[in-house]
């Protein structure tokens, strides 16, 4: 079997898709051959979309994101795994809506044989949205990483370390800011440049730390330096850094709804992300509670066993052999 995956352009200090489809290849069978199509940035993606029909495989699978690949490729023998619709529900309106379902979603996973989502929320989604058979949806998760290993850490009572990660405008830092004001919580941050969260955390004279374009095992050096990781986004198609701290052996606030409550299980203090005040309570919850930061991490460790690369890998393997027989059916 030759498999073809198919990667968005490279971007600097950004590595989920590739990290994810990464371990994704090492879980497989032996009787796999990879190759990877890497696109080009910008506008010259779309001459790379041309180029893509001469480097097909048995199976082309389109990792994410570029979804309008698709439309250049053999539709019997492609995959296309959509992480979430965010951008389309949370940032788009009117005519620009319009034309990013048709040219993102409508058309590319019209042409696609199978499409796996990452969560049942985003099957959900795309069902509603796209009106899509469920027959042709398979949700399939993301593994745990496997490039992050347990690292303890006494818990600092008396400053906790909160480190909060994504620049995205789903990630809910000004609530964050808000609950922590007049607090002794310390902010670790890994998203792009903002000179306007930048001067609200010194108004609010919030001790911080922020890092932007890190390598993965920066990432893991800041995990590491934090005692609670809040990840307790607006709306997330699954929620990686869960169980990244989950790995690590931190406590993890997150949110109560989309995907999360699925991928944190018991590992994760579930908070309602639009009220301040329950962000304030769980995270000094997690500061006067030792039990339940101990339950927390304990369960953590536990959960990661749930998204182990080899039984991820043995779901897509047997969906690859199933498009394989259809087509030779």
């Known amino acids: 079997m030759k498999l073809v995956y198919f990667y968005r352009p490279k971007m600097k200090g950004v590595h989920s898709i590739e990290t994810v489809f990464g371990q994704i290849k090492d879980g497989m069978p032996c009787d796999v051959d990879y190759e990877d199509y890497v ?15 001469k480097f ?7 990792t994410g994101d570029i979804h309008t690949i698709s439309l250049f490729l053999d539709k019997k023998k492609t995959i296309v795994t959509v992480h979430d619709v965010g951008r389309y529900e949370r940032d788009l309106k009117g005519i620009k809506k319009w034309l990013f379902k048709l040219v993102w979603l409508t058309f590319p996973l019209k042409r696609a044989s199978y499409i796996t989502t990452i969560s049942e929320f985003t099957k959900n989604k795309l069902i509603e949205i796209c009106k899509i058979p ?20 006494e818990f600092n009572q008396k400053s906790p370390v909160v480190m909060q990660i994504g620049s995205g405008n789903n990630k809910n830092i000004y609530r964050l800011i808000e609950a922590v004001k007049d607090t002794d919580f310390r902010l670790l941050l890994i ?27 920066d990432v893991y050096e800041c995990y590491k330096k934090c005692d609670i990781l809040f990840f307790a986004s607006e709306y997330e198609g699954f929620g990686v850094p869960i169980l990244e701290a989950n790995i690590i052996g931190r406590p993890v606030i997150t949110s109560n709804l989309s995907a999360m409550p699925d991928v944190a299980h018991d590992a994760a203090l579930l908070i309602n992300p639009f009220s301040t005040e329950e962000i304030k309570e769980g995270l000094l919850k997690i500061k006067h509670d030792a039990d339940l930061r101990d339950r927390l991490v304990q ?30 059916a």
């Open 56 to 62: 097909q495989g048995d199976i082309n699978h389109i």
């Open 299 to 328: 369960n953590g460790l536990a959960n990661v066993s749930r998204f182990s690369k080899h039984h991820i890998s043995n779901q897509y393997y047997s969906l690859y052999n199933e498009i394989l027989k259809n087509i030779n």
């Open 191 to 217: 998203r792009k440049p903002d000179e306007a969260i930048k001067n609200l955390l010194t108004s609010y004279k919030i001790k911080y730390e922020w890092y932007t374009d890190l390598s993965r095992s």
């Open 134 to 153: 469920e027959t042709k949806i398979r949700v399939i998760p993301n593994p745990a990483p496997e490039d992050f290993k347990f690292s303890y850490k």
């Open 39 to 53: 696109c080009t940035s910008k506008w010259m993606r779309y001459h790379s979309f041309i180029k893509a029909s």
